[in-house]
Every structure is written in structure tokens, then in C-alpha cells.
């Protein structure tokens, strides 16, 4: 079975780790703060904070920039949960807006008409590892005095205008999922070039202590463990070479499927350096995406739904009365269509050829 994901883990990081185990350092330390800066310099920031997970990661940036009760923050409907329920842990409104169905992110256009006297922040997310339109976001946030977040979760090492995913907005969040383009388990990382934020977001990180057991603020523990911090520093300086094979293996499936009637091939904006955490396709012929994923997975290709549903249609969040304030058409007719194809740095070129063929041959019946 070729399988949706893998993780690139090899002999190096299990020295690490077993450098870190005799070190006796466990918890944070020199080895964690090490991992903070190098990513910062990776991204081109001044500043990272290393956390448990890339939830609490989005959660520690909201909360340090000041996001809380009676905010609204305008975000996609079409992500992972984490996204969204970091806002709600906050205090605030999370408000969705469609999505550009082109590249699956948000639509400037629909966060300028979604913002209210209320709305204190965008955050966007680079989903599938495409950038989101940060240059239009950075205008209407500048335009109308707000916060601008990533959520770079999906995005390790993408660019858009020459500048990397995670240096683009106010603040960026980031996790080391094991799926995602590299991985530390868990972990997570908030990057700004506000030094007041990352200050506040230490400060949460660890039970508002500002001095040894000096608690001045109700803070929280998302410390990053030194063992985490030891793979992810193998990981970051692996991490070009794995995007490199993604983007090896995508243009293999984009070159043999790229304009075949029934499905339809992610695009890449000029502006854009996609890192391919997924290669997505949209399947519009009508036998329809769980068609094509059931062919594949008998013929030795694992798939996945990123997303199934819009974010309202959860059953939590129709509860709270979360709906998208446009309706979201786009967001609710590609939670139908999308199906993610492996492209990770294990995927060899012969099998990238294997899976197009499945999908040609498919394509090829209807
Ligand atoms: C877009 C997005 N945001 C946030 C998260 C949350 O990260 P984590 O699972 O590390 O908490 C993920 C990944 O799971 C994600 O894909």
C-alpha cells in the first residue's frame, strides 16, 4: 500500500534523541531554545516559541497578541478544526468566510465584506501548503487596523513573494504533526518579528512566570520537551530536501493528469512556492471523489478527505450557531470534491507514474 503519509525519520534523529536521553535534560532547555532559533532563522524572523502542538502553538499566538472575549476573527471554513477552535479557546468569534476555489484559501474579497465593528483580526491558513493571498490580506488588515495571523501548520518552508510561510503576517503558528513536512510527534511554534508578542507568548507558555515561581498572569504549561526539540532541529535541516521530493512527485502527477476531463490538478500561483503537504484534486466527474478513492485503495493507493465538511457543518459547531457568513458555497462544494493523493518524500517517481496511471484508468471507464 502507498500510504498518505509517512515520516521521514532515519538514524539521525534517533541519535539525537538518544543524545538528549543521556543528557538528562528532558524538559525545556538548551536544546529547545537551540530548535527556537534556528526555525526562526529558517522562516526570516526575529523571534519562535516552541510549544506542545500546533493548536496550542495558534492558541498561545492568539492569546499573546490579546485576542479574546467580544473579538471576531475572520478565517476559512475550509481547514482542520484546530484552526478555529484556537480562536474559540480565546474568547472570540471565530467568522468564516468562503474560500477562493481556486487555491482552496480564503477570499480577500470575502473577508473585506465579512468585517464588522467587532473584528480584530484575520488568520489565515496556508492550506495543503499553498500560501494564502497574504499581499491582499496585508492591505485590507493595514486598511482597517487589524491583526494578521498564519496559520503555517501545513506550510513548512512555502514561500509567496520570495518570503517564507510563517514571516508574512503579525505571527504565525506551526506544527510538527507526524504527517506534516516535518515533525517532531507533537510539537508546535509560534514566529513573529514582535518582540512584545513573543515575550507574552513565553510568559503564557509557562504559568505567567516572570521570574522563578514569580506568577504574574493566569498562564498555561505548552512546553516544548528537549526530546521533541532534538528531532525536529534533524528535521528542520532536512526539511528542503523533503519539499524538493514532494515537489518532485507532484509535478509527476500534475504533468500526466494536469487537464484530463473529470478531475482537476492544483495550481501553483506565479507568486507561490507550493510545498505540497497534500496534493489535492478535485473530482468532478460524475461517479464522484469516494469513486475514485475506493479504486485506488483496491489497487494499492491510500487517499484522504481534507476536509469532508465545511467547518459549520461539524455537529459542535452547528450547535454553537457558527455559520459561514456568506454561505460558503465554495468551501461546502470542495469538502465534496477534494481527495489527497500521496506526494511525501517517500513516494518514489515510479509510484507517483503508478498512481497516475490508477487514476487515468479510472478517468478511462466512465
Ligand atoms: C491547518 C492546521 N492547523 C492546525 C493544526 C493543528 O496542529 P496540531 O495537530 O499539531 O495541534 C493542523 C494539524 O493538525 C493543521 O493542519
Redesign the pocket.
Given at each position: 500500500m502507498i500510504r498518505i503519509a509517512q515520516p521521514q525519520i532515519g538514524e539521525e534523529e534517533i541519535e539525537a534523541v538518544a543524545r538528549v536521553l543521556r543528557s538528562g535534560i528532558l524538559s525545556h532547555g538548551p536544546v529547545v531554545e537551540e530548535f527556537e532559533e534556528r526555525f526562526a532563522e529558517y522562516v526570516g524572523v526575529d523571534y519562535a516559541v516552541a510549544t506542545t502542538?500546533?493548536?496550542?502553538a495558534?492558541f498561545l499566538m492568539l492569546k499573546a497578541a490579546g485576542i479574546g472575549p467580544g473579538d471576531e476573527v475572520i478565517t476559512t471554513p475550509f481547514?482542520?478544526i484546530?484552526?478555529s477552535n484556537a480562536v474559540l479557546y480565546t474568547g472570540a468569534r471565530p467568522v468564516f468566510v468562503d474560500i477562493d476555489p481556486r487555491t482552496f484559501n480564503i477570499d480577500p474579497q470575502r473577508v473585506l465584506e465579512a468585517i464588522t465593528p467587532r473584528t480584530r483580526a484575520i488568520l489565515a491558513?496556508h492550506?495543503y501548503g499553498h500560501p494564502a493571498d497574504m499581499r491582499a490580506l496585508r492591505e485590507i488588515a493595514e486598511d482597517h487596523k487589524l491583526l494578521l495571523f498564519e496559520?503555517a501548520?501545513?506550510a513548512h518552508g512555502a514561500t509567496a513573494w520570495g518570503r517564507k510561510a510563517g514571516s508574512l503576517g503579525d505571527a504565525a503558528?506551526f506544527?510538527?504533526?507526524a504527517t506534516?513536512n516535518m515533525t517532531t510527534g507533537?510539537?508546535?511554534m509560534v514566529t513573529t518579528n514582535d518582540r512584545s508578542l513573543a515575550e507574552r507568548a513565553k510568559l503564557l507558555r509557562l504559568h505567567g512566570q516572570a521570574g522563578k515561581y514569580n506568577h504574574v498572569e493566569l498562564g498555561y504549561n505548552l512546553l516544548m520537551t528537549s526530546i521533541q526539540a532534538a528531532i525536529g532541529l534533524v528535521q528542520l535541516s532536512k526539511l528542503d530536501r523533503m519539499n524538493e521530493v514532494r515537489r518532485r512527485n507532484a509535478s509527476i502527477l500534475s504533468r500526466e493528469l494536469g487537464g484530463l476531463e473529470g478531475i482537476v490538478t492544483p495550481v501553483e500561483e506565479p507568486w507561490a512556492v507550493h510545498v505540497y503537504h497534500q496534493y489535492v484534486i478535485r473530482v468532478t466527474d460524475r461517479r464522484g471523489r469516494d469513486s475514485l478513492a475506493s479504486y485506488l485503495n483496491e489497487r494499492g493507493v491510500e487517499t484522504a478527505v481534507h476536509y469532508p465538511r465545511a467547518l459549520p457543518d461539524q455537529p459542535v459547531y452547528k450547535r454553537m450557531g457558527l455559520d459561514c457568513v456568506d454561505g460558503c458555497p465554495e468551501a461546502r462544494r470542495a469538502a465534496r470534491e477534494v481527495l489527497s493523493l500521496p506526494v511525501h518524500p517517500g513516494v518514489s517517481p515510479g509510484q507517483a507514474e503508478y498512481i497516475a496511471g490508477v487514476v487515468k484508468a479510472w478517468l478511462g471507464e466512465a
Open positions: 502542538n500546533g493548536t496550542s495558534l481547514t482542520f484546530a484552526t491558513v492550506l496559520d501548520a501545513q503558528a506544527s510538527f504533526y506534516k507533537e510539537g508546535g
